[in-house]
């Protein structure tokens, strides 16, 4: 059979690929600064401080994408779990959900939410990475952990300096949820960056290191891990 | 599996399926007449025979917990109506003290919040909350499901539930739902009463009566709780720093609020409060007669003030007595599940 048959038929193939299911991929990437985060390694924080992660999981949730307000496309999957740790995690297609057949269409901008949306957290239990053995559900009050974001800070006068920020809740008035919508341009490929060190000058380590509950606090933070989300160009 | 077998397996499913429809099973859940429509979604979770079994079987198991001493069952027995026997405040691991008393599980697929304080959201989410606390079975649903995987039962009893061995999380907990959604009690005697095939003595009708006028805008009928948050009156124990419903919403009017708890089975599930202050029916009377701080309540039935003779107050009585449901405290169907286990065994 010749080359040419086959080569015909990847064509089609892709072509029925790219008609049917997929978005762009979207990767998202952990930054310190100007470099990659890295889990377990210490860095320089302010003039003579130091600071060290050691976990660092979010969900986001609702991911669509716009061509000038206008929803071209939106994934099927309800929400993904983001793990540091794991760096397949950080990165995937985006599957189009069934209703819009329009998913090649151009784009301009992502819309996504980073935490869980309130009619999900009433939902009772859910499976694949709603699943509550992934440990982003509360126990002693029902709820999803938007983001854990967990290290050790020498500014933090706890128990071996440990900060531990779980963010989340559902409820009004403390509503952790927070909606992003980032310009992107045109490719295949959507790189989003989060400067961790950039939403951590923000937070005062020294009066606050646990934030383990809905509230203000919660809420507040998850405002700036949120505004942090930036596309690279 | 050789095909041969495969077929005989097709063929013997087929026939099973054919039997159990004209058998006419009965069916596993079903809200009794004129009650109002159930809360819990049965569409997301569909019951089915195997897999209220497999939630009947976790609610009796101790692997549950960390070092497999507690189960469901140790806080909730059948025979006290799912309450707590005899303690006030519920007993956990290493016999750790709680610092709330065991409501009675019944009716709970009516039951939009759970919790004295309304703190778990929906029912499949509610075994998490005793599965993680340190007071009561100290373990972590992750490591649950690993144990599970490693047992001899489980990955069947799965297969059974869910046509295939994989034990999730969102499964665990599903299967727990279908069994206390199966746990129903409608046949006392005020439901015989109200279905018009008994009736009530001429003390439990005054009773009735009574209740009526004092007690049913929250242990309203036919559920006995309108499942709204209130005081009742009884003084706040600061000893245990339990502020109620304010801690879940924030509100400072909902502060030493705690969801009115259902009446039904009340003969049986003592001792009585969020915190198993009282320990029978005539002090919570007494209560409800001179004890009230009228300063916090905010229910004008319970402002005007209660006045019941001490006759009055027997009748009382005697009609909470006729939501004992006898046929919900003795059903083999929510008991240990011995006959499942044996079978499994022979397997």
């Avoid at chain 1, 193939?13 to 978005?23: D, E, G, K, M």
């Avoid at chain 2, 006759?311 to 499942?340: C, G, M, W």
Wanted: glycine letters at 4%; a neutral charge.
């Amino acid at each position: 059979m010749s080359t040419r048959f086959l080569f015909l038929c990847c064509l089609w193939l892709n072509q029925i690929a790219a008609q049917t299911n997929t978005l762009p991929r979207l990767e998202l990437k952990a930054l310190y600064g100007s470099n990659n985060l890295q889990l377990d390694t210490f860095y320089k924080f302010h003039e003579n401080d130091s600071i060290k992660f050691e976990m660092f999981r979010f969900y986001i949730s609702g991911i669509t994408l716009k061509q000038n307000s206008v929803t071209v496309g939106s994934d099927s999957n309800h929400a993904h779990l983001l793990d540091l740790s794991n760096p397949h995690s950080m990165q995937f297609a985006l599957p189009a959900s069934k209703n819009n057949s329009h998913t090649t269409k151009a784009h301009n901008q992502l819309e996504f939410y980073l935490g869980i949306d309130s009619l999900t957290n009433v939902s009772g239990a859910l499976e694949g990475d709603l699943d509550p053995t992934k440990g982003m559900y509360w126990t002693w009050q029902s709820g999803y952990i938007n983001l854990k974001l967990e290290g050790v800070s020498n500014l933090c006068n706890t128990r071996q300096h440990e900060f531990q920020f779980h963010l989340g809740g559902y409820l009004a008035p403390y509503s952790a949820l927070q909606r992003i919508v980032i310009d992107i341009p045109n490719n295949d490929t959507v790189e989003i960056n989060l400067d961790i060190k950039a939403c951590i000058e923000e937070i005062n380590l020294v009066k606050e290191n646990l934030v383990m509950t809905p509230g203000e606090a919660a809420v507040r933070i998850a405002a700036i891990i949120a505004k942090n989300f930036k596309c690279q160009p | 599996m050789p095909a041969m077998k495969k077929i005989h397996l097709v063929f013997f499913i087929l026939v099973a399926f054919t039997f159990g429809a004209l058998l006419h099973e009965a069916p596993l859940f079903i809200a009794p007449k004129n009650w109002p429509k159930p809360v819990y979604d049965l569409k997301k979770n569909p019951l089915s025979k195997a897999r209220i079994n497999l939630g009947r079987v976790l609610f009796y198991d101790p692997i549950l917990s960390r070092d497999s001493t507690i189960s469901c069952n140790s806080c909730h027995s059948q025979y006290t109506a799912f309450a707590h026997v005899d303690h006030a405040l519920s007993h956990g691991i290493e016999n750790r003290i709680g610092t709330r008393n065991a409501p009675a599980l019944l009716n709970l697929a009516w039951m939009p919040l759970f919790m004295w304080d309304g703190a778990i959201n929906h029912l499949d989410m509610q075994a998490l909350a005793p599965m993680s606390n340190p007071l009561e079975m100290d373990e972590k649903i992750d490591h649950v499901v690993k144990k599970m995987q490693r047992t001899k039962i489980y990955p069947t009893l799965f297969y059974q539930a869910y046509g295939d061995s994989a034990i999730t999380g969102a499964r665990l907990l599903k299967s727990i739902s279908q069994f206390m959604i199966t746990l129903v009690s409608s046949n006392s005697k005020y439901d015989s009463v109200m279905r018009h095939q008994a009736q009530f003595t001429k003390q439990e009708l005054n009773g009735y009566q009574l209740f009526k006028t004092n007690c049913s805008t929250c242990h309203t009928e036919p559920l006995f709780t309108n499942n709204t948050f209130q005081s009742n009156g009884i003084p706040v124990d600061t000893s245990l720093h339990d502020f109620g419903r304010v801690s879940m919403s924030h509100a400072s009017t909902d502060s030493f609020l705690y969801k009115v708890p259902t009446l039904r089975n009340i003969e049986f599930s003592a001792p009585y409060m969020h915190d198993g202050r009282f320990k029978n029916l005539t002090v919570v009377l007494k209560h409800y007669n001179e004890g009230i701080d009228t300063q916090r309540v905010k229910s004008i039935d319970l402002k005007k003030h209660i006045v019941l003779t001490s006759n009055e107050k027997v009748d009382l009585i005697a009609f909470l007595l006729t939501l004992t449901d006898r046929h919900f405290l003795f059903d083999t169907s929510y008991s240990y599940p011995k006959k499942i286990l044996t079978n499994l065994a022979k397997d």
